[in-house]
């Protein structure tokens, strides 16, 4: 069994996070950025040598969101943009709440490609870091900072990927088109969905969008592992809230607001969901089985696996791989009485569920209803709830990626995905476009779970690495 532990969870969730506000005013105020301009020749490895240079000046520009003021960001990257003669674009939602675009045109034989990006990032407690989270240090060939990975390491594999092209002067057959956006880590409502909902003529023509949401994972003596993720499930937010007879603490009636949210609560995750395997997560573990040996005959067939109930119960027994086949319930946020003697009227519970493609928020609630639901007892939806997410898994993009893999020294393997949480993908996944979550930068699982938390860092020569590969993955599929 400890075969199942041999790859941590690659489904990096770059899910929107509660964010505390104290932690924004932590931002110390920082000097001016100078802006940077990448001096290498006319090369891919001339200009993958600038990245950790180009990425250090852009973490140094504080976008902690909120209140985000990615203004200063855009800023920065269209001045890397601007200095190769590409001409970038800046939007702003509100006033400071920037979106950068750019477009680097091709034959226009086929539709264009969009990098996506984001320029905001979660807070970060400085006393938790042993690096700071704005100062850009490199300490033994890492690079760290708030945003290494999420997402402005990608932005500048992006920006430097475009910058590349550009000297190359090679035709593409593709436009190949960049977008940062603002506010990605609460949601998207300034920058990915404003974009989509006031720009969309800039994206009309984009067949396929790269975005953030996969990496490659290096595990011992392994091939290197591709995460392509393909699909994201659907936020489905939900208030339970339990009503009584409000009285004093010491003299409870048997049934009180609180006794019946803590019943209905207690029913709720208790609940069997049945399981169901996509197309996605299948392909995933199908994959799988190529490098874990051990159940590579369950992974290869994991819908009548799953039948058998010992591996179903180990198979679920680890929360990141239950939640690929089983729409979730977690109670987060509850709120009662603020006096201990105090019984209540009233009291409510938050809870987040994450559905499966194809599961409908409205269904799901119907079903929560019917469970919990009645007169003391009532379920409404909240503002977070969208349909899940899929793109397709065999096209010009898909094909392009398994090509990339085929070039590996050791022939890496692609491992569709289904991201728990939820990216700026699903914008453009609404408008019908496929959007996939990769970025084609080795991490190694500490590097990994620096993302959201303290010491978020990036390997310099990785970085480098992996604007050669997208160079060469942009190629692959423009041509
Ligand atoms: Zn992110």
Not at 5 to 25: F, T, Y
């Amino acid at each position: 069994m400890a075969a199942k532990k041999l790859i941590p969870c690659l489904l990096v969730s770059a899910a929107l996070v509660a964010v505390a506000g104290r932690a924004a005013a932590e931002a110390p105020l920082m000097e001016p950025v100078e802006p940077v301009v990448i001096t290498g020749q006319a090369t891919v490895a001339g200009v993958a040598a600038g990245a950790a240079e180009a990425l250090s000046g852009y973490i140094r520009i504080p976008t902690t969101n909120p209140p985000g003021d990615e203004i200063a960001g855009a800023r920065y990257l269209s001045g890397l943009l601007e200095a190769e003669g590409l001409e970038p674009s800046i939007y702003e939602s509100e006033p400071g709440r920037a979106n950068v675009y750019a477009r680097l045109p091709g034959t226009g034989e086929k539709k264009a490609l969009l990098l996506l990006s984001h320029m905001d990032v979660v807070p970060a407690d400085e006393s938790q870091w042993q690096h700071g989270p704005y100062q850009a240090e490199v300490v033994d060939g890492d690079l760290y900072g708030r945003g290494a990975l999420d997402c402005k390491g990608p932005g500048i594999i992006h920006a430097l990927t475009l910058i590349a092209l550009k000297r190359l002067g090679q035709p593409l057959e593709r436009d190949i088109v960049l977008l940062a956006t603002a506010d990605e880590e609460v949601g998207g409502g300034l920058g990915a969905k404003w974009m989509v909902d006031n720009h969309f003529e800039l994206f009309g023509d984009v067949e396929f969008v790269l975005n953030e949401g996969g990496f490659i994972h290096r595990v011992e003596d392994k091939p290197l592992l591709y995460s392509l993720n393909a699909a994201e499930k659907g936020p489905c937010w939900f208030k339970v809230t339990a009503r009584g007879e409000p009285g004093h603490g010491s003299r409870p009636a048997k049934e009180t607001a609180p006794t019946r949210l803590i019943e209905a609560l207690h029913k709720l995750v208790a609940w069997e969901r049945p399981h169901e395997v996509g197309p996605v997560v299948a392909g995933y573990y199908a994959a799988y089985a190529a490098i874990d040996e051990s159940h590579a005959r369950q992974f290869r067939q994991l819908d009548r696996a799953l039948e058998d109930d010992e591996f179903y119960r180990w198979f679920t027994d680890d929360p990141s791989w239950a939640a690929l086949i089983q729409d979730t319930v977690a109670p987060t946020v509850l709120v009662g009485s603020s006096k201990t003697n105090v019984v209540p009227r009233e009291v409510s519970a938050e809870v987040d569920s994450r559905l499966l493609p194809g599961h409908a928020c409205d269904d799901f609630l119907g079903d929560v209803r019917a469970l919990i639901g009645g007169e003391f007892v009532t379920v409404e939806a909240l503002a977070v709830a969208f349909p899940s997410s899929q793109s397709r898994l065999d096209n010009e993009l898909t094909r392009a990626v398994e090509r990339l893999a085929a070039e590996e020294a050791d022939k890496a393997v692609v491992l569709p995905g289904l991201l728990t949480g939820f990216t700026d993908s699903h914008y453009f996944r609404e408008k019908g476009i496929d959007a996939y979550g990769f970025v084609p930068l080795v991490v190694d699982p500490g590097q990994r779970k620096s993302v959201h938390a303290p010491d978020e860092r990036v390997t310099v020569a990785e970085l480098e690495a992996a604007v050669k590969r997208m160079v060469r993955l942009v190629e692959l599929v423009s041509q």
